[in-house]
């Protein structure tokens, strides 16, 4: 491997990084806190209502609130809810591992 293709394949690699590192556009709320729609209290957000937040969600709740909506549902939903929430993030990185593998071996 000449000393240009290495170059060439450093800057494809440092390039797709560049890529996986901003495709999910992590958009954040202006403000740090919200007041939650339940008990009123001001709280911080957290990845979870941030999520909300992306999701054009215009009503937030605090941890304990959110935890006692939790508990108010029924045991099928719950778990349903919680499933679909693990198994997105387990895929996420399985793509990243997939794509880091072939790139670390170009730069190595
Ligand atoms: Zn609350």
């Known amino acids: 491997m000449s000393n ?3 170059l060439k394949y450093a800057v494809f ?8 590192a901003n495709l999910p ?8 806190t919200f007041v939650c729609a339940r008990c ?6 957290t990845e979870r209502t941030i999520e ?3 999701r054009k969600k215009s009503k937030f709740y605090c941890k304990s609130c959110h935890a006692k909506w939790v508990e108010s549902q029924p045991r099928q939903t ?3 809810y919680e499933t679909r929430r693990s198994s997105g993030s387990g ?3 399985f793509i ?4 880091a593998i072939p790139i670390s071996y170009f730069i190595f």
């Not at 690699?13 to 996986?20: S, V």
């Not at 556009?25 to 740090?32: I, L, N, R, S, Y």
């Not at 990243?96 to 794509?99: A, D, L, N, Y």
């Open 91 to 93: 895929c996420l990185g």
């Open 13 to 20: 690699a440092f390039i797709a990084i560049f890529l996986i």
């Open 96 to 99: 990243v591992i997939f794509i």
């Open 40 to 45: 009123k209290n001001e709280s911080p957000h």
């Open 4 to 6: 240009e293709e290495v």
């Open 78 to 80: 719950r778990s349903a």
């Open 25 to 32: 556009a992590k958009k954040k709320p202006k403000e740090k």
């Open 52 to 54: 909300a937040w992306r």
